[in-house]
C-alpha cells in the first residue's frame, strides 16, 4: 500500500477525489499531504496527483469490490 497512509488521511484523499468541502481543522492535515506527494494545491483548490489517485485506488481495491466504486479517484476532480 502506499507508504502506509493512515484512515484520516485517506479520508482527506477520497475527500478531495470526490470534490467534498472539509472544515478548516483538516488544512494542517492537508499539508502533510501536499509534503507526501499526494496533494498539489492550484489556488484556492486542492487536487490529487497521480500518487494521490493511486493511494486512493489501492485503498479501495484493498475494501473490496463494493466499495471500489464509492472510493474511486478521479485525478481531475477539485474541491
Do not use: C, N, W
Not at 43 to 48: H, S, T
Amino acid at each position: 500500500m502506499s507508504d502506509m497512509l493512515r484512515d484520516e488521511q485517506l479520508s482527506i484523499l477520497r475527500d478531495i477525489s470526490q470534490s467534498v468541502a472539509f472544515a478548516d481543522d483538516r488544512q494542517g492535515k492537508i499539508g502533510e499531504l501536499i509534503a507526501g506527494g499526494y496533494v498539489m494545491k492550484d489556488g484556492d483548490l486542492f487536487e490529487l496527483t497521480p500518487k494521490g489517485v493511486t493511494a486512493v485506488e489501492e485503498h479501495a481495491a484493498s475494501l473490496g469490490a463494493g466499495d471500489a466504486e464509492q472510493a474511486s479517484a478521479s485525478p481531475d476532480r477539485l474541491i
